[in-house]
Nanobody, 129 residues
């Protein structure tokens, strides 16, 4: 069983930055693929970024909409994954969810929500103009 708790959301002006954190409990963090997704009302949860387990040397993937602006990283010693968000836009406004799954090995990064077993409760990010 893995429990995930997100933090760091809030209100920020367009062009600003936020850093989201996701703390994980459980013994499988270092072997888990960790992902960030986001969701707005009436829309499906969409992929933002993900990072493979440490055994795969931290390969990462990003949605095209956030490439060059967002950075995902992980600290296995702290059982935490981060999402640094820079140059925020109004369209980045959403509830951001952390996700984890230890099923996948190697360098493959799942980018669909159904591939992740564990989810946090979400943290709201609001970008104002």
């Amino acid at each position: 069983q893995v429990q995930l708790v997100e933090s760091g959301g809030g209100l920020v002006q367009a062009g600003g930055s936020l850093r989201l954190s996701c703390g994980a409990s459980g013994r499988t963090f270092s072997s888990s693929v960790m992902g960030w997704f986001r969701q707005t009302p009436g829309k499906e949860r969409e992929f933002v970024a993900a990072i493979t387990s440490s055994s795969a040397i931290g390969n990462v993937d990003y949605a095209d909409s956030v490439k060059g602006r967002f950075t995902i990283s992980r600290d296995n010693g702290e059982n935490t994954v981060y999402l640094q968000m820079n140059s925020l836009k109004r369209e980045d406004t959403a509830v951001y969810y952390c996700a984890a799954d230890s099923t996948y090995g190697g360098t493959w990064i799942p980018t669909v929500s159904v591939a992740y077993r564990y989810w946090g409760q979400g943290t709201q990010v609001t970008v104002s103009s």
